[in-house]
């Protein structure tokens, strides 16, 4: 199963430029993730935020949290040609241990 | 610490024959490991929870006898795909739970390719 809708589903961005990406989800969760694959490769995680978080910084990212509309977004700031990749949000529920279940994906194409 | 891995990263089978997948945590030890399936340009999608000792519990959908799960010490789940055939073809990926919130690891993956 999964949780729900990302928007958009393809983003294309010069380099240099913001790419913004939203993530639904259905359920309460104990915390939500964000990770990028690139084509054919494994996952990379990127962030976690808990619940009880409402913003969080790496590097160039930001990511927020939203819980009272079930939604997050992932913010990268001056993309570059190499964070052209897939992003999935992941959120696990809020019993420890449980399978984390995942959006449908983001698929950022950044030019230079 | 925290590192999954998985053998072999990449197999290509004929149409029939039987493929085991393998997760390790490499550096903890792991009561629950996961099991993702993802086709090309799709999201991951769990097939199965794999609990040490016990009988793995399978998403809707997912054939039990046709995925075989065996999950039988604390660092070492296996994944086996019998009688594949090409629309078994996928990228499968496996989890690790260390056992608090907040610590599910994942593997590589592996890319099944059946001919």
């Known amino acids: 199963s999964q949780q729900g809708e990302e928007d958009p589903q393809a983003l294309s961005i010069q380099e240099g430029e913001n790419a913004t990406m939203n993530c639904s989800y259905k359920t309460s969760i104990n915390n939500l993730q964000w990770y990028r694959q690139n084509s054919g490769r494994g996952l990379v995680h990127l962030i976690l935020?808990?619940?009880?978080?409402r913003e969080k910084h790496s590097g160039r990212l930001r990511v927020t949290l939203d819980t009272s509309k079930k939604s997050s977004s992932l913010l990268i700031t001056a993309s570059r040609a190499a964070d052209t990749a897939s992003y999935f949000c992941a959120t696990e529920a809020n019993q420890a241990g449980t399978a984390l279940i995942f959006g449908k994906g983001t698929t950022l194409s950044v030019s230079s | 610490g925290a590192v999954v891995s998985q053998h072999p990263s990449w197999v290509i089978c004929k149409s029939g024959t039987s493929v085991k997948i393998e997760c390790r945590s490499l550096d903890f030890q792991a009561t629950t490991m996961f099991w993702y399936r993802q086709f090309p340009k799709q999201s991951l999608m769990l097939m199965a929870t794999?609990?040490?000792?016990?009988?793995?519990?399978?998403e809707q959908g997912v054939e039990k006898d046709k995925f075989l799960i065996n999950h039988a010490s604390l660092t070492l789940s296996t994944l086996t795909v019998t009688s594949a055939h090409p629309e078994d073809s996928s990228f499968y990926i496996c989890s690790a739970f260390r056992g608090r919130a907040d610590e599910q690891f994942f593997g590589p993956g592996t890319r099944l390719t059946v001919l």
């Open positions: 794999s609990n040490e000792g016990s009988k793995a519990t399978y």
């Open positions: 935020i808990r619940s009880n978080e």
